[in-house]
C-alpha cells in the first residue's frame, strides 16, 4: 500500500518545519536534528491513514510546544533587559 501524496506532502511540511524550529532549540540544532531523523524513521513503515493523521496531529503538537518555548524564553530575556528587580540591593 503506498502512501498517499497529500499524506506524504504533510509529513514532509512537517519535517521541514521542526526542522526550521529546531534551529533555536537549547540542546542545540545537531541534537534536535539527531532525534527528530529518528522519530521519523521509527515511523517510516507507518501505512494506516487513522495512524499517519495521529502521527501528523502530534507533530504539530511539538510545533506549538516549542513556538512556546521560543516565545517564554524570548519574554524572559526581553523581561530582565527592561525590569530589574527593585528588592535588589547595590
Not at 542545540?28 to 522519530?39: A, I, P, S, T
Not at 501528523?56 to 511539538?62: D, L, P, R, Y
Not at 510546544?65 to 523581561?79: G, N, P, Q, V
Amino acid at each position: 500500500m503506498k502512501m498517499d501524496n497529500s499524506l506524504r506532502g504533510e509529513v514532509l511540511n512537517l519535517y521541514k518545519n521542526l526542522l526550521y524550529l529546531g534551529r533555536d532549540y537549547p540542546k542545540g540544532d545537531n541534537y534536535f536534528k539527531r532525534h527528530l531523523k529518528n522519530v521519523f524513521l521509527k515511523n517510516k513503515d507507518v501505512k494506516d491513514p487513522e495512524k499517519f493523521k495521529e502521527l501528523i496531529g502530534w507533530g504539530e503538537f511539538v510545533m506549538k510546544e516549542l513556538e512556546d518555548l521560543y516565545f517564554l524564553r524570548k519574554y524572559t530575556a526581553m523581561k530582565q533587559c527592561y525590569f530589574y528587580d527593585v528588592n535588589k540591593t547595590n
